[in-house]
Nanobody
């Protein structure tokens, strides 16, 4: 059974950092494209970061230079290091995976598998 489980969310002050984890089971992440998305209540889910199976990465303009996506294939886990967090980045963060992603990696429909999300709250 394919499963993605996010963890690492929580409450952080503005300017602080968090590292989110996305642990996969039932399949090997090495061969999958991975996306990190976020969604606030009443808003569309938006792409934050992307990692392809061949090592390419991409970031939304709003997080470039502050967020870093990485993989630990031995642990079958993908991480999202988030630095200099802003209050407006308070969202539920989701990871997603797809074995055969073609075209743009930002649309949510490009991904077959999703985690349940982890809440990130940036506040004093």
């Amino acid at each position: 059974q394919v499963q993605l489980v996010e963890s690492g969310g929580g409450l952080v002050q503005p300017g602080g950092s968090l590292r989110l984890s996305c642990a996969a089971s039932g399949f090997t992440l090495d061969y999958y494209a991975i996306g990190w998305f976020r969604q606030a209540p009443g808003k569309e889910r938006e792409g934050v970061s992307f990692s392809s199976s061949d090592g390419r990465t991409d970031y939304a303009d709003s997080v470039k230079g502050r967020f870093t996506i990485s993989r630990d294939n031995a642990k079958n886990t993908v991480y999202l290091q988030m630095n200099s967090l802003k209050p407006e980045e308070t969202d539920v963060y989701y990871c997603a995976a797809d074995p055969n992603l073609y075209g743009s990696h930002w649309p949510t429909v490009a991904y077959d598998y999703w985690g349940q999300g982890t809440q990130v709250t940036v506040s004093t």
